[in-house]
Every structure is written in C-alpha cells, then in structure tokens.
C-alpha cells in the first residue's frame, strides 16, 4: 500500500488483522513489510509529498520476471512510472506505476520466487479488484501490457471481468461504484466473521464504506476506508 501515515497504518493492521510491520529499503524509499504469522503478507511505502493520491491505497502487486521491460510497454500505452524500481530486501525489485485512468499498481520481481498458491487462510488475501470508471478502457490496458485473457461475467448482475494470466484468474475489473472518484484497485482480505471484523475496524478508527448487507454477495463482504483513507474489503469465502 501507499500510506501517508505509515505509523497509524502499522498500528491500524495490527489491531485489526494482526499484522506484524518492519522497516526495510532504503532512506530515500522506505518500504515497511507486513507479516502474518512470520510470513510476508503486504508491504507498505510512504506516499511523498507531490502524490497525487488524496489519501492511503492498496496496490495490487503483479509478479513478473522482466521489469524494466513490462514498464516500457505500460508507458507505450499511456501508463506512468510514479517511483523506480527499487531493491528490498528480502523480497526483490519492486516498481510503482499507474494505469491511464489513476490506478496505482507493484511490479515485483521476487528474489526467493513467487510462493506456492495454497489455500488462503483468514487475515490474508483472497482477491484483488479494480474498480473502473471505463471497463473498456481498463480491460484493453490490462489485456494489452500484461499479455492477458478476458472472461465476461455477471456479478449480482453487474458486468464483470475476470483478467486471466497463464490459464489462472488474476483480478478482476468492475464498473466503480463511487462517484467523483478516480479508477483505484481495492484488495480483499479473507475472514470468517465479517460482521466482527468490521465492528473491529470501526472501533480501531476505519469509516465504513459498504456496510456487511445480505443483498450484496449474501452478507459475506464489507468495505471500509482504514484511518488514513484506504479502502480495504473483507469477504467470507466461500459464499454460503
């Protein structure tokens, strides 16, 4: 994530989700990595002072093993290199950017390789969405830069899209469903009790954007923005 705060987003994970956080990078690009249970589960940056972000984001961190490569492409397509690659270490080269509508997104390039996909445990992520002003738009970026397939579907009847990389769902894309608010990625965090959680987030400083409702995907989700402005979803999966 970007954070504008990343002391009260340390804090605020820690209460709610009880991530562990430590400082690594660089002085001039500090990064700060999550941990659950002694394993990496998110990283963190400091939003600088010329961000155009009007508060905290959560990326979506895409693994690939040409950086520099996939960024010359994105640029060819009316992306943006917001901060260089930069070494962690620990976890590789990693790189933020943009897509043409605003949404910020990682490259990484993992120095121990990307881990084994196993079942997701509770407090960790499930799936990552990108809420678009132009579904169009943003599923002729995605599919162009990162060489992707596309599956339509329905969502509570809403469109859609799946973006699919080697055979495997990647995120998906759907129409924003906030006003007056730029393309942004919203990542989802898988918990057995949505209602807790979320009374938790309340309570440890988070307002509460979509509120845990049984007309949407059954009572399984909600949606708050942490105390520095992040939008983070929790979902129940699978849906009963």
Do not use: C
């Not at 132009?134 to 970026?141: P, Q, R, T, V, Y």
């Not at 080697?166 to 965090?189: C, L, M, T, W």
């Not at 979320?198 to 942490?226: C, Y």
């Amino acid at each position: 994530m970007v954070s504008p705060e990343p002391e009260t987003s340390a804090k605020f994970y820690k209460n709610v989700f009880g991530w562990t956080s430590k400082q690594t990078g660089t002085e001039e690009e500090p990064y700060w990595l999550f941990s659950l249970n002694g394993k990496p589960v998110a990283g963190m940056y400091r939003m600088r002072e010329n961000n155009k972000l009007a508060g905290g984001e959560w990326l979506s961190y895409f693994s690939v093993n040409s950086p520099g490569d996939l960024i010359s492409k994105l640029k060819s397509n009316g992306g943006n290199l917001v901060i260089k690659q930069t070494d962690i270490p620990g976890r590789g080269k990693v790189a933020l950017l943009s897509d043409p509508q605003g949404a910020y997104f990682a490259l990484i390039k993992s120095s121990n390789g990307d881990p084994e996909i196993n079942r997701t445990t509770e407090f960790s992520f499930l799936w990552s969405e990108l809420w678009s002003n132009d579904m169009a738009k943003s599923e002729d970026f995605y599919k162009t830069v990162f060489n992707s397939q596309i599956k339509n579907q329905k969502d509570d009847e809403r469109d859609y899209t799946v973006i699919i990389s080697d055979s495997k769902p990647a995120f998906g894309i759907i129409k924003n469903p906030v006003e007056n608010v730029r393309s942004h990625f919203i990542q989802y965090i898988l918990v057995n009790d949505v209602k807790g959680i979320e009374k938790k987030a309340k309570d440890a400083g988070a307002k509460i954007i979509i509120p845990a409702d049984s007309s949407i995907r059954n009572g399984t989700v909600s949606v708050f923005a942490d105390p520095t402005g992040a939008p983070v979803a929790i979902q129940k999966w699978p849906v009963e």
